[in-house]
Every structure is written in C-alpha cells, then in structure tokens.
C-alpha cells in the first residue's frame, strides 16, 4: 500500500498554491492544464467563485485517471487503492487509503452550477488529493496541475535503490514492540533550559506509553527581565517553585495512539509541595489533548497529515520522493512549468538512487540541493557506513534550510541510527546567528515484550483540551 504521504506532504508543504487573480475580466474563461497538456471541457467549463478556482468534478477526475461516482450529494473519486470523498455544500472531506482514513476541512465547498446541474469542485484539494502539484499562471489565466506521482514513478524506473532499503534495514525495525531508554536536553533562546530522561514503549510506531523526569531552569528568562530586587521582596514561594523545577524537576507521563490522534498527558508535581495541591492538580488527572484540533489551529492542517510530514525510510520510497519533489515544484509556468518539473523530478529521484550515492572505502553518501529560489537554500544529505562484516553499520540523514531577506534564519536537522538500536536526533533553528531553539534527543531502543498501556489508568480523573 502506498503511504498517504505521498498526498498530505505534497498538500502540506506545496510552496506555491493555485490563487485566482482578484482583477481579472470576469469574462475571461480559465484554462486548466495538466502534464503540459490543455484540458478540454465541452458541457461545463471551469469557473471563479470568490476567488477560487473549480473545476467540474467528472471532467478533472477522470482526466487524472480516476473512477468518479456521484450518489445524491456525496462525490467520490478513485484512483488507484486511494479514494477521495467530498459532499457537496460541506468543507469535510476524506482521502482514504487502506486502512487508513485522513479528514480534511477545505476552506471552500463543492456545489452544483444550477445551470449546467454539474458538479464543481475545488481545483487545489481535486489535484493534491492525487499527488498532483498545482500552480497559478496569471499570464496565461491557466491553472498549472503535474501529477507528481506520475513523474516520480517515471523517473524511478530503471533505477536501483539498494542503499536506502540498508537504511529502512537499519530503522525500519520498530512496527512490533520496543522500548527506548533516552535523554534530551532543549535550550530555547537561552531562556529556558529543559533537560529529562525517558524511559518509553512503542508499538507499531504510533502506540506509545511513556515517563519522563523533567528538569526546567529558567534562570535565564529571570536574567533577562532585569529583576534586580533583593530575595527578601521577591515573591519567596514563586522561586522556591522555580528552584524545584530546575533542580528536582517533575516527572510526566504520557500515553495515547498517534496514529489517532490521541494523546493523554500527566504530571507528577509532588515535588512542588503545597503549590500542586493549590492549583488543583490532583495526581490522578490526566489531560486528553485534542491533537487533531491543535494542528489545524496551528497549522491549519489535520493532525493524520502532520504525522505524514515525519520522513520515514518505508520500502515504498515513492511516496518519500513523490513527496520531497512535490514539496519544491513552482507550477506557476503554463509554458515551460511541466518540462522544469520533470527535470527537479529526476535530479532529485537520481541524487537518492544508487548511482547518486558516491562510496568511499566503506562509507557511501549522497546530497540534493533543493531549488527554493533565491530568497531560500536548502539541502538534503545521507550517509550510510557499512560494517567489516559488509552489512548496513549506521546511517545519519542531514537537512539544512536557510531563508534570507530582512533577516536570516536557519533550520537544521539530523537523525542518526545504528544497527544495535542507538539513535540520535538534533534539530537547531537561529535567526540572525542567534540560536533560538537547540533540542538533543539521544538514546537507544532494545526490542520489548510488553505492549504499552495506551489509556489513562482505571479512576483517573480526565480533562479535555
């Protein structure tokens, strides 16, 4: 089965979305072109409402290659093992692959042009929920569609990827049960400092029962506000809290399926004495986090497709390129944009394939430049090390974005791995050379025995979030 992330990373990350332009001639008909190639309509031509575009269901679906089927007000599209439903008047939707259902809320509904009776709907969710990348030429007043999956598995053929399944050997290992034993620490712009232990159980890499001792200092956030009162007119029982926090700490515990969006969440603040008891902390409360609300306040996007932003080496490596190279393409050229596309795709598909990787004596290594434009950089780099005995010893996966303009900042990220279960992962972001986040999460996983208790105990008192 093909990974959903092939589709919710493409539609997440898309840097350049289909957006109509507000003053063009209301008489000018949108064309819509798709592989280079126009789309004809004969009964039922695209239109603009409010400044989106829509395109009429049968006709794009079924030029992408789907099965389209319309049963009283609910529409439906397959392509493949994956299926697409919307409703008309309803911003709710859903891809469902296998098993696995996403929801998404578009911020426009389909509907029925009431003098035609056919079905629009919109053209930026129509073309990602088939991995296709969509962009807006204004020039030509064409709305730009690439099925990305197409060109991905185009690209693909012929080529070997013998060093990324070592990879997948290496860390695909965690779908039954595991235990990590694990530190971190996290320095966010020098005014918190956080640092704990872990100690968790994992299945099938979304299961989780966890603990952790929590330390935090925030001695440097105090600094910062320039408190230089005397300890005898400070508030005694608010740096009592503080100095517990940073020198006994406070241990939390969590437990839930991420797979589901569920997540529920303790804190053992007995150390802080009567302060627990004062803000009505009993110990047996559990908080349930609502993860799915989170993200799409946050980020404006369901938690299922967050989860899908995770890279994960799976064998389907098809959906990791599909979407790596969806997440870079510009649409925006109704004349050159499909040929541009093709050739991001196969650059990007060849630095990870075989042939892209360059071997020194036990070690191999590969990078991709992302084609972000001039106002941002990026670039992706792997290293695989191979053991005396000539199996997969160890992995390390590098990313680095910087972005320009009136400041500058930086993204970095790493996750390392080995054969005897030790990970390490880092994720650093500055902003003008200064540091502004710095997490350290190192450990190592042992396979375990145990499933992990993914719900509050019996009794527990549960509060929504």
Known sequence: MKKLARWALGAALCLSLLVCGALAAEDRVVAVQLDGQPLTFTDAVPQVVDQRTFLPFRAVFEAM????????????????????????GSTQATVTEGSLTVPITMDVAPYVDPATWRTYVPVRFAAQ????AVGWDQDAYTAVLIDT???????????????????????????????????????????YAMSGDIQATVQDESKLEMD?????????????????????????????????LATQGVGVSARGDLAQGKLYL??????????????????????????DNLMEQIYGMSWEQAMELEVNWGTDYASLLSALAGAVLRPDDAAGG??????????????????????????????????????????????????????????LLRGVLSTGGKSVSDLGMSVSGDRDGKIKADVAVSVDGQSLL????????????????????????IHSY
Do not use: H
């Open 266 to 291: 303790n804190m053992d603040l007995s150390a802080l004495g009567d302060a627990a008891a004062q803000a009505g902390l009993a110990p047996n409360t559990w908080l349930e986090m609502d993860l």
């Open 212 to 244: 952790m001792g929590l330390k935090v200092d925030m001695s440097g956030l105090l600094e910062a506000m320039g408190d230089d009162d005397p300890p005898e007119q400070q508030d005694q029982a608010t740096l009592d809290i503080l100095d517990t």
């Open 338 to 395: 499909y040929a541009a596309a093709k050739a991001t795709v196969n650059e990007c598909v060849a630095a990870f394939s075989d042939e892209g990787f360059a071997q020194k004596d036990n070690t191999y290594t590969t990078s991709y430049v992302l084609p972000l434009g001039d106002r941002a950089s990026g670039v992706i780099s792997v290293r695989l090390d191979m053991g005396a005995d000539g199996a997969p010893e160890r992995y």
């Open 149 to 191: 999956e197409k060109l991905v598995d185009e690209a693909m053929a012929g080529r070997s990827f013998t060093r990324l399944q070592q990879i997948t050997d290496l860390d695909g290992r965690y779908s039954t049960i595991w235990d990590l034993d694990a530190d971190f620490t996290m320095d966010l712009a020098s005014l």
């Open 65 to 88: 290659g789907a099965q389209v089927d319309n049963q009283g007000d609910v529409i439906t599209a397959v392509r493949g093992d994956r299926t697409l439903t919307m409703t008309i």
């Open 438 to 461: 710095d997490v350290t999460l190192e450990g190592v996983f042992t396979p375990g025995s145990t499933a992990p208790q993914i719900t509050p105990p019996a009794g527990a008192e």
């Open 129 to 132: 929920a088939f991995d296709c």
